[in-house]
């Protein structure tokens, strides 16, 4: 895939390199003079000297110089991509949410337990152990808003004990089980982009937050929206990521235009209106912020709109990185003004050349 941004310089290059920084995701291929190897930024091999490194802007120029794809990070791969054996383990987990499947288990699966550790670190930020239990109470908080008693989600859940049970609920979601019934799940998870890391939250109803992982107030954005929806945000997946994950996927690659994800996004009738009006603004089109106050019938409220886009919770699904400033600058994006402009110019080379196999229709994404 061709780069979306113009590739660092050598030194911001290695500084990324040595410091494991996912930010670089995909904007640079590492690759070392003395093993022929090319890696990603985040790869946990051992680091080579400045002298014995080069960089690229995609993985095609470093196998084009002669260097092969390391054996660790898997460039060649996309880096949220589950592999086989990994899907085989969820799905065993979504079948059976109260087994405990201990490092022992792993190994007579034929499984390295350091593997899969490393796996679920790198994906979603904690280790197998910390999934398996929070996917353990994640099942028992639905089956008591579903109407179970406490004692027995406890024991179905694989728990020992009603105290242990009612101490481990308690740290997750604040409250004892008997008063969770009026609380709901903000099932968080990550995703990797030629961008960079994003954070995900959805709802039954649908995706209500999409944000890059270094978007500043990015903590403040996730308490409010669990306030606002008195609900608690615990890492674990959603019916929704799947068609996500894929639309995307497909996005980023020049083949989508639209996207029919469903939305959940909580707010004023007025906030509703704005990011209404932004899902209008067609595909590789831009506006100004008045342009927008305008479409709206509200001429004179160009600073409420501009405050109102920046209340957008849901990048790139909700375009907000179409709006420009009065000038047609660029002005106001939370990811940063560099991803901002790549997404321009990845919209706007993939209107000029129409994708080889074009995405299916999409239908009106509609706001909850």
Request: with cysteine; charged share 20%.
């Amino acid at each position: 895939m061709t780069p979306l941004f113009p590739t660092p310089d050598a030194a911001e290059c290695y500084q990324a390199l040595v410091a494991k920084n996912a930010a670089y995701e995909g904007r640079f291929i590492a690759a070392v003079k003395t093993t022929g190897i090319f890696c990603r930024p985040t790869c946990p091999a051992r680091k080579p000297k400045p002298e014995n490194v080069e960089f690229f802007a995609s993985t095609k120029e470093a196998l084009l110089h002669g260097y092969r794809a390391c054996k660790v990070c898997t460039p060649l791969l996309a880096r949220d991509a589950t592999p086989p054996f990994m899907q085989e383990l969820l799905e065993e987990l979504a079948r059976q949410p109260a087994v405990k499947i201990s490092d022992q288990q792993l190994r007579q699966k034929g499984l390295e337990p350091a593997t899969v550790r490393r796996w679920f670190l790198r994906q979603h930020g904690i280790t197998f152990q910390a999934y398996q239990r929070l996917n353990r109470i994640n099942t028992a908080f639905r089956k008591i808003q579903n109407g179970n008693s406490v004692t027995a989600t406890a024991f179905e859940s694989g728990y020992e004990s009603l105290s242990g049970f009612q101490d481990s609920f308690k740290t997750v979601f604040g409250v004892a089980p008997s008063l969770s019934r009026q609380q709901q799940i903000l099932n968080l998870t990550r995703l990797e982009t030629p961008l960079g890391t994003m954070l995900a939250c959805a709802t039954q109803q649908g995706v209500c937050l999409l944000e890059f992982t270094d978007r500043r107030g990015l903590e403040t954005e996730l308490k409010d929206l669990a306030h606002r929806l008195n609900a608690t945000v615990v890492q674990s997946e959603n019916v929704h990521y799947e068609i996500l994950r894929i639309q995307l996927a497909e996005y980023f690659a020049g083949t989508r235009r639209e996207f029919t994800v469903p939305l959940h996004t909580p707010g004023t009738a007025f906030q509703q209106q704005v990011w209404q009006e932004l899902l209008r603004i067609p595909y590789g089109s831009t506006r100004t912020y008045g342009q927008e106050a305008a479409a709206l019938g509200r001429p004179t409220a160009v600073r409420a709109v501009a405050s109102t886009n920046g209340l957008n919770r849901i990048a790139i699904l909700i375009p907000c990185h179409r709006v420009l400033g009065a000038d047609g600058h660029l002005t106001g994006y939370a990811g940063g003004l560099w991803r901002k402009k790549a997404l321009l110019e990845l919209e706007q080379t993939a209107k000029t050349a129409p994708p080889d196999e074009p995405a299916a229709p999409a239908e009106q994404v509609s706001l909850q």
